[in-house]
């Protein structure tokens, strides 16, 4: 009796506190998985062509710095990191760097939507027209007032956001800011806002609205 | 021996259930304190009154709306609840409603520092001549770039940061973003980026600097 006494109570010791380091276990790893990281520019200006093809390290032979890590690199990377979706929403994109990281992700067949301000697309440098062309879907927030926002979803779980324009300006010169993150409360706020103004730019319910003015003035 | 054993059996059982439910009590307790909000605009137009005087709530006669929680009032509130410290880093500040706030935390001892651009801090209607009036430290970034940062510290605890200058154009036109946290990834690369662009502007060393040059000039 005593022996089955002992044997119970220390399998309950043994059990209670398995269950406690893989609590423990799984909470260090749930945080470690949270990415939250800041970038700060201007960048150092160097070669980014590793970035898009990692395994040319040596073969640039352009008069940059090589195989160093910048702020843009970075931003590259987490960009390219995308498997499924980007979506974009920039008052300014005129950096190739990014732009290409945007082509080279369409290639791929990576889903990427655009919103761009209306004013600031077609100004000289702009690339919302070569992503276009090239097929991407863009809509221009047409309201009076700019569309400040800059930021990018990828894959609908990792935000990057900032003071940031995607432009060369910025990325060179500028002091600047892009946060990135994956926390769940700071990501969905975005994707939400990202739909409302992707709907608000349709252009198929921006035609109805035209036709039913029309209508309306006719009457 | 039986029920000794039974004792300190049970006593070991008791004491890591206890501890498990302690750690797991203080992880809630944590992870609800851990603050992460998202705030978009532009704000709807309202009265603010009652975010600087909060028992004065239906005591103000302004023709706005009253009673009325916004974009503006929340980010004022979050500013307003600096106890000891607040750090701005802003490329343009002309907004009224939010220069008051500041002037409020400074009238109540809480230690105010400003950096601002300094093209933009010359603009009409820019703020920073007043706060420096009124006894702020405020230092304006002399590079012949844009220090394009829209963000605060609150606290060396609370991070403001995002697509909107503290003008009144963002804050009721523009779509624009301003995101909240306390997470500690994020809040401390902006507070040391706040501290090397404040010693950067530091009048006496900039001092210090002309003299040097002037004197390699004369010699």
Same mark, same amino acid.
């Not at 569309?147 to 900032?162: N, P, Q």
């Not at 060179?172 to 706020?189: A, G, H, R, S």
């Given at each position: 009796?005593?022996?089955?006494?002992?044997?119970?109570?220390?399998?309950?010791?043994?059990?209670?506190?398995?269950?406690?380091?893989?609590?423990?276990?799984?909470?260090?790893? /749930?945080?470690?998985?949270?990415?939250?990281?800041?970038? &700060? &520019?201007?960048?150092?200006?160097?070669?980014?062509?590793?970035?898009? $093809?990692?395994?040319?390290?040596?073969?640039?032979?352009?008069?940059?710095?090589?195989?160093?890590? $910048?702020?843009?690199?970075?931003?590259? =990377? /987490?960009?390219?990191?995308?498997?499924?979706?980007?979506?974009?929403?920039?008052?300014?994109?005129?950096?190739?760097?990014?732009? /290409?990281?945007?082509?080279?992700?369409?290639?791929?067949?990576?889903?990427?939507?655009?919103?761009?301000?209306?004013?600031?697309?077609?100004?000289?440098?702009?690339?919302?027209?070569?992503?276009?062309?090239?097929?991407?879907?863009? =809509?221009?927030?047409?309201?009076?007032?700019?569309?400040?926002?800059?930021?990018?979803?990828?894959?609908?779980?990792?935000?990057?956001?900032?003071?940031?324009?995607?432009?060369?300006?910025?990325?060179?010169?500028?002091?600047?800011?892009?946060?990135?993150?994956? +926390?769940?409360?700071?990501?969905?706020?975005?994707?939400? +806002?990202?739909? /409302?103004?992707?709907?608000?730019?349709?252009?198929?319910?921006?035609?109805?609205?035209?036709?039913?003015?029309?209508?309306?003035? +006719?009457?």
């Amino acid at each position: 009796m005593m022996v089955t006494m002992k044997v119970v109570g220390l399998g309950i010791v043994a059990l209670t506190v398995s269950l406690e380091l893989f609590g423990w276990f799984l909470s260090r790893l /749930r945080s470690r998985r949270t990415l939250n990281e800041v970038l &700060f &520019f201007p960048s150092k200006v160097a070669c980014v062509e590793h970035t898009f $093809t990692p395994n040319s390290h040596h073969s640039c032979c352009c008069s940059l710095p090589h195989s160093v890590e $910048t702020s843009l690199s970075h931003l590259l =990377r /987490r960009i390219l990191s995308a498997s499924t979706s980007l979506d974009v929403c920039l008052f300014s994109f005129s950096n190739m760097d990014l732009s /290409r990281a945007v082509l080279l992700l369409h290639s791929k067949g990576v889903s990427i939507r655009v919103i761009s301000d209306k004013d600031y697309s077609a100004i000289t440098g702009s690339q919302i027209g070569i992503l276009r062309k090239a097929g991407i879907s863009v =809509r221009c927030d047409g309201s009076s007032v700019h569309m400040h926002h800059k930021f990018a979803v990828v894959d609908s779980r990792l935000l990057i956001t900032g003071s940031l324009n995607w432009t060369l300006t910025a990325v060179q010169n500028n002091k600047e800011n892009v946060l990135i993150t994956e +926390e769940p409360d700071l990501v969905k706020p975005f994707i939400q +806002e990202f739909q /409302r103004i992707w709907l608000l730019n349709d252009p198929a319910q921006n035609y109805q609205n035209i036709k039913l003015i029309s209508t309306v003035q +006719e009457a």
